[in-house]
């Protein structure tokens, strides 16, 4: 069993920044990957960034050159940091622990950018 617990959504005016954080513990040590996802109502949830345990990123072509993905092992933590947020941006946000052979969600927060 792994728990994961997301903060730091809230509402940010264009151009801002935020910061999530995921707080995982646990069943952690075959966790292969941490990612973050995000879901608007009536789509279908879409990858931001993922992080593996060796620190190889990804990003969506979307969120490339503003956001950051990173890990902090010693606090069993991951973290997106946005930049330059949108209104597009605009998504309730979920942490993501692949095993590979099943996939746990946190509860999600959400992240709502307009002025």
């Known amino acids: 069993q792994v728990q994961l617990v997301e903060s730091g959504g809230g509402l940010v005016q264009p151009g801002g920044s935020l910061r999530l954080s995921c707080a995982y513990s646990?069943?952690?040590?075959?966790?292969?990957?941490m990612g973050w996802y995000r879901q608007v109502p009536g789509k279908q949830r879409e990858s931001v960034a993922t992080?593996?345990?060796?620190?190889?990123?990804t990003y969506a072509d979307s969120v490339k050159g503003r956001f950051t993905i990173s890990r902090i092992n010693a606090k069993n933590t991951v973290y997106l940091q946005m930049n330059s947020l949108k209104p597009d941006d605009t998504a309730v946000y979920y942490c993501n622990a692949d095993f590979r052979s099943a996939m746990v969600w946190g509860q999600g927060t959400q992240v709502t950018v307009s002025s």
């Open positions: 646990g069943s952690i040590f075959y966790i292969y990957r």
């Open positions: 992080i593996t345990s060796g620190g190889m990123t």
